[in-house]
C-alpha cells in the first residue's frame, strides 16, 4: 500500500487483464465468461468503492491478487451450488435433501438408456400411439392387486390430481386428526385449496369415528379421504377409522373411498423392525377407490406420485388437462420401470438401496465400518448409535446401527463438516456433542474409497 494522493483508482486492473489471467482462464471455460466477468466486475466495483471512500491507493499487484481470489471464490461457491453428487453417511435412509431415496443400479443404468429418445408415447408392436406410462400398466396391476394405476410427479399432485378430478366443487371429507403438512409446503388444507375440492373436516385431532363420517355425509360429497399420517405419531387417547370401515360407509352412499399412504409400501416391512407403514395392496384390497404413494420412499424409486385403484377412475384422472400438468418425463418412468421390475422379477431387499439400507443388520454395517477404519486408518472410533428412516416415513422408528465417529481433530465439528461438503466428492455425517458421526448405514457399497479421500481432504492440515 502507498498513500501517495492524487488518483488511487489509476492502479485498478482492467476487467480484460483479469478475464485472461491463467488462473482465470480455465473457470471461464467451466463456468462461462458472462459469469466470470460478473464475478471480476463486483470485485472492481468493490475495490473502486473502497479507493474512492479511502482515498488510499494500492498498488497494481495487490489489486490484481485480491480480485483473482474473489474471482475464485465466486467459481468455489459456484460449484458448489450446482447439482453435486453427495456420500450420503448421515445414516437417515430417505433423506429428503438429498433427493431421498437412492435408485437400483438397473433403475440408474435405465435412466442413461432412455435419456435421448425413447419409446414414451409408442407402441412398438403397432407403431401407434399410446398414453404416458401404458408400459406400466401392468405393473401396477400386478403389484397392487388394483385395476389400473398410473404415475404423476409426485404424491402431492397425485393428491392434487385425484381431489380436483373426483371432487372439484364438492366436499371431501377428512379427519381433523389428518391435515397433515409433509413439509417443503406440502399442507393438505392448501392442496384442498389448489384442487378446488371442498374441505370437509370431521372429528377431532385426536378421535375421529365412523359417525363422524357418516354425519358428514351429503349430496355434495365427492369423496372420503383417509391420510396415513406419515410423518408424526398420535399416542394416547385417539381413535381413527380403519379403512375397511370408510370403505363400506363410502359404498353405503356411493362415495369413493382415496386412501393416501404417503411411503409406497409394497410389501409390510414390519418383519424387518419398521412396523406401522401402510401396505399398498392390502389397502387395495380393503377396498379403497384410489391409493395415493410417493415412489421414492419406502417404494425405492424415482420421484413420482402413484394413483392406484378402479379402472374408470384412474382413467378418468389420466385422461384430464391436470394430468397433463403433472405428467412424469421419460426418465423418471425409465427409473420406475426398472424399480418395478426388480419388485416383479428380483429381489428388492437386495437390489433396491432404501429396501436393502433400512433391513441391513447392525452387525453388517458394524463390520463395513471396521473394515473402513482399518483399510484407511484414518482417525475414527467405532461407537453404537441410531439411523432413522427419514423422508417422513417411520417417524420414531430408530434402526440401531454402527458409527464411526471422526477423532477430534482441533477443529469444531461444524468445520470439519464444512470442509466434508466443500471437499471434491461431498460427503455428509451428523452432528453430535460436537462430533462428527458417519453411519455406514447409508454409504453405498463402492463409495468407500470417495469417503475416504473426502475424509483426508477434511483432515489435512490438522
Ligand atoms: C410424503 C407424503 C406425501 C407427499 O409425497 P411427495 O411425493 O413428497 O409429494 C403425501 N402424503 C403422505 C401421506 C406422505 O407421506
Redesign the pocket.
Known sequence: MNDQPGQPLRELPALDSLLRDPSVIPLVGRHGRAAVASWARTALDAQRARLISSGLSHSRAELVSEALTAISENAVAAHLSSLRRVINATGVVLHTNLGRAPLADAAVAAVAEAARYASVELDLASGKRLYRGYQLDARWRDLSGAEAGFAVN????A?LLALAGLAAGKEVVVSRGEL?E?G?A?RLPDIFRLSGAILCEVGTTNRTRLSDYRKALTSQTGALLL?????YRQIGFVESVALADLVSLGREHGVPVIH????GAMFDLAPYGLPGEPVVSESVRAGADLV?F????LLGGP?C?VLVGRKVLVERLRESPMARALRVDKLTLAALQATLQIYAAGDPLRDIPALRMLVETVSAIRSRAERFRLDTALPLVPLDGFSAVG???LPGIALPTALLRIEPTGRSADALAERMRRAPVPALGRIENDAVLLDFRTVLPGEESSLAATLRCALEGV
Open positions: 409426485n404424491c402431492a399432485g393428491t397433515i409433509i417443503g406440502f391420510v396415513h399420517p406419515s410423518n393416501d399412504v404417503g411411503s395415493l410417493s415412489g421414492d420412499k420421484q406420485g423422508g417422513g416415513a
